[in-house]
Every structure is written in structure tokens, then in C-alpha cells.
């Protein structure tokens, strides 16, 4: 899928209600202290959202670092000498246009504001009276740290995980032994004070990146630039992400960043239209340069075979978990008549799925319920398990298939008699008889066949 490619999308089945109801009945986000009338744009993660979120950092660490011999990762503070932001232009430059409604004062990015109302009213009062002329607004979320309220403690929580990564370019380069090309990563919470908050988890003030910093030659940028435009779009290939749903827009000159040589956005197609997954940028050796000139200290590479201290160029994946997340949610969401009613299911790859498998007595049975803990405490060390006896088998099979497990394993009385189990795979409901001393190699076959494979280009 080439830059600005566009095939015709196939249609997500859901919206952002549906989604956000599920989500909320069945553990995965609720709003943030609803029984205080929540907090806008602020939201919590349930046990299976937990899961969820941490399935997508996992995978995007196993992909970008332990399978990699040239990134490393990284941890930086939240909140740091505000120097860095004054060097890294956010101070400056970290700005939204910012519109108020002359007639109900709500205030809106003016960017977005076409999105929202096309035919130019107020999304909020519907009037169309006009918007004051667009001032800009600092998006940079600030706290006062120390015993004494005033500027001199002032600091600001960060708006993005980068410049951890540079500021200690030197450290992390010499203690690992690193040579061009390499990469620091890191995941963690960022904080920007956003004007508009929208579309559930999809743009929050408080959010989670994950963020790669790849440190090359100049004269190797474009190449790598590329590189890793295709290796990240093939990552969401693997999580199940449909292909139709996905394409790489480059940025118009007009777009770009003050720091960018190039971005090319991976986009989604949205319910609501393409949006934002994650930015691929050629960011030059702005950031390093930055540093050293208000920092006082080199930031370089020194090349022993060309004898010269090198300023690195960097390329820069940088991705959001939560919005990854909705993607997920979006992308995997079904509904299909089944009888005489309508089956909802999420079609989880393996590898994102909270529970990947689901161990169900056929009734909660003095003489079953041993037999299936057994099978249970045998699974749950393997994969990622749940253990429900809740309700009818069939009321069962559809929460399992709402939460997206790919496969429920049912403990019945012949199970006593005969020593297997019966494995159900959700998206096709396929059943089969499998003995319980194979049970394991059976699963693990089936959940391999389920999974998207990723091609990776050397």
C-alpha cells in the first residue's frame, strides 16, 4: 500500500456508541470517576482493557526491541527540567489554533472545526453567529513542583515520550555500545492539553506511546525513512488490523512539522473518516543539534573508521495505545444473524485477544467443576485463560465471543467417561473433540492458524 493509496474501505460495523457500550458492560474502558459524573476526556481501564493495552505494548516491544539487536529501551521521567522543552521549540511552537463561539463561548480547535460542523455553525449552540479570530494555545500541561506556589517551581507533565530518548542520546550510546544505525524505544504517558476531545479514547489529554527514535547517517535517512513506513504498516497487518482499513498519507509541505523532513501518517479508516494512527517522521538532526546548543554539550557519534563526530539523522515511529486500542475495537467489531438472533463478536487475532482461551463446565456441576478447574489450572499457565460457569453454555459462548476470546474449551459428562473436551473456534463456531493430554498442542495449533502472519523486509 503505497503513500496516499486509497482503496475503497469496507465499512466498520460499528460506531462509536457501540463500541463505547460494549466497552463499558463488558470491562474494558469506563469513564473516569462516573459516580462523580466522570471527567472529560478522562477514562479507565478495566481488567480486560488492562489486558488489552497490555498485549499491544508487549507486542510492539517484542517487535521493535527484543527482536531487534540494534534498539534498546528506555524509561525517562514524566516531568522534567523544563530546559528541554524550551530547547525542543515546545514552549514556542506547541500550539493549536484555538476559536470561540461569539454566541455560547465554547471554543474549538479551528483545524478540526470543519470536521465537526461543515456547514460553519457551533457544534455546541448549532447557531451561526461566528467564532472569534483564531488565537493560539499552548498545549503544554503545567504543574509547580517544589513547597512554593509560584514560577520559579513552575515544570510541565510532557508531551510526548522523544525528548527522553534524545537528552540522553550520549549515555544510552556509549553504555550499550551502540553504532549507526541504532534505536532508543520507549513506552509511557504523555499529557497534552487538548482543545477538542472526541471520539471516545481516540483524542484524550492523558494518553500512552509508544515512541522509537532511530538514529542514522544523514546520507541514510531516506532509505531508512522508508523502511520504516512499510515495516510499520505490515506490524498492524499482523495484529489482524484488516488492510482496507489502513493507508499511508504523506504530509503536504504545509503539514509538516517545524522539525520534519518528511511524515507520512499511518491512517485508519474511521467510522467518522481517516484519522491518525501513528506518524512516521524523518525529523533531521533538529533534536540532537537542539540540545547541544542550549544544553552546552556534544550530542554526536564519533565514527572511528571516518575519524569524525557525526550528528545523527533520526527517523521516528511514534504511535498511541489508546488509539490503537480503538482501532482494535473498530476494526474487530461483528455482528451476523445466527438463528433467529444476532451474534456480536469481536474478531481478535490471537495475539491481541484479552483472554485467548475460555474453559466453560457445560453446568456448574459438583462432579464437572473439578474436572474443568483441572483443565484450567492446565491452560492458564500457557495462555491467557478464563474460567466461567455463569448462565447457560450458550448465554457463555456469547460473552466469550463480545470479549473476543478465539477459543472456548467445554468440559461436559462425557469428559469423565472419555478424557477430552470439546474446543469451539468463535469466528466460524466450529466444533471439535480433542483428548485432554493433547489438549495444549491442539490450542496452540489452532490459535497459530488463526493469526495473521507479518512479512518483514530485510
Not at 463499558?24 to 470517576?33: E, H, N, T
Not at 507486542?59 to 527482536?67: A, P, T
Not at 467564532?131 to 508531551?159: C, H, W
Not at 503539514?255 to 491512517?267: M, P, R
Request: charged share 25%; glycine share 6%.
Amino acid at each position: 500500500m503505497t503513500d496516499n493509496e486509497i482503496d475503497a474501505p469496507s465499512e466498520m460495523k460499528a460506531d462509536i456508541e457501540k463500541i463505547t457500550s460494549l466497552a463499558k458492560r463488558r470491562g474494558i474502558v469506563f469513564p473516569s470517576a462516573e459516580i462523580y459524573g466522570g471527567f472529560a476526556a478522562a477514562y479507565d481501564y478495566g481488567p480486560l482493557g488492562v489486558e488489552l493495552k497490555r498485549n499491544i505494548r508487549e507486542l510492539w516491544w517484542q517487535s521493535m526491541v527484543q527482536e531487534r539487536d540494534n534498539i534498546v529501551g528506555l524509561e525517562a521521567a514524566i516531568i522534567t527540567n523544563p530546559k528541554v522543552w524550551s530547547a525542543a521549540g515546545h514552549l514556542d511552537a506547541f500550539h493549536d489554533p484555538l476559536v470561540e463561539c461569539l454566541n455560547c463561548q465554547a471554543r474549538f480547535r479551528e483545524d478540526l472545526l470543519a470536521e465537526e460542523s461543515p456547514d460553519g455553525s457551533c457544534p455546541t449552540c448549532k447557531t451561526d453567529r461566528g467564532f472569534t479570530a483564531p488565537k493560539q494555545f499552548n498545549m503544554m500541561l503545567s504543574t509547580i513542583v517544589g513547597p512554593v506556589s509560584d514560577e520559579s517551581g513552575r515544570a510541565y507533565m510532557r508531551p510526548e515520550t522523544a525528548q527522553g530518548m534524545f537528552v540522553n542520546f550520549s549515555q544510552v550510546q556509549s553504555s550499550m555500545r551502540q553504532r549507526l544505525p541504532f534505536g532508543i524505544a520507549q513506552i509511557g504517558k504523555s499529557f497534552r492539553n487538548e482543545i477538542t476531545v472526541k471520539q471516545f479514547i481516540f483524542r484524550t489529554r492523558e494518553f500512552e506511546q509508544m515512541e522509537m527514535e532511530f538514529f542514522c547517517y544523514p546520507e541514510d535517512s531516506a532509505e531508512w525513512y522508508e523502511y520504516w513506513k512499510q515495516e510499520r504498516l505490515n506490524w498492524y497487518f499482523s495484529l489482524g488490523i484488516r488492510p482496507q482499513h489502513l493507508r499511508l498519507r504523506a504530509h503536504a509541505q504545509e503539514e509538516l512539522s517545524h522539525y520534519s523532513k518528511g511524515t507520512t501518517d499511518i491512517e485508519v479508516h474511521f467510522p467518522w473518516g481517516w484519522g491518525e494512527l501513528e506518524g512516521i517522521a524523518n525529523r533531521g538532526d533538529f533534536d540532537l543539534t537542539q540540545h547541544s546548543n542550549h544544553s552546552g554539550q556534544k550530542l554526536t557519534f564519533f565514527d572511528q573508521e571516518r575519524n569524525e563526530h557525526v550528528v545523527p539523522h533520526v527517523i521516528e515511529p511514534a504511535a498511541g495505545v489508546d488509539r490503537l486500542m480503538l482501532t482494535l475495537l473498530l476494526d474487530a467489531y461483528d455482528e451476523e444473524i445466527v438463528g433467529d438472533e444476532t451474534r456480536t463478536l469481536l474478531r481478535f487475532a490471537p495475539n491481541v485477544a484479552p483472554v485467548n482461551v475460555a474453559v466453560l463446565p457445560l453446568s456448574r456441576n459438583e462432579k464437572l467443576s473439578p474436572t474443568a478447574r483441572s483443565v484450567h489450572d492446565r491452560l492458564k499457565t500457557q495462555f491467557r485463560t478464563q474460567y466461567d460457569d455463569a448462565q447457560s453454555i450458550g448465554r457463555r459462548y456469547r460473552r466469550q465471543d463480545e470479549i473476543g476470546t478465539p477459543i472456548c474449551v467445554t468440559v461436559d459428562f462425557e469428559s469423565l467417561d472419555d478424557e477430552a473436551v470439546t474446543i469451539r473456534e468463535r469466528d466460524s463456531m466450529k466444533q471439535i473433540r480433542v483428548p485432554i493430554s493433547g489438549l495444549s498442542d491442539a490450542l496452540a495449533d489452532s490459535l497459530n492458524s488463526m493469526q495473521p502472519k507479518m512479512t518483514r523486509e530485510k
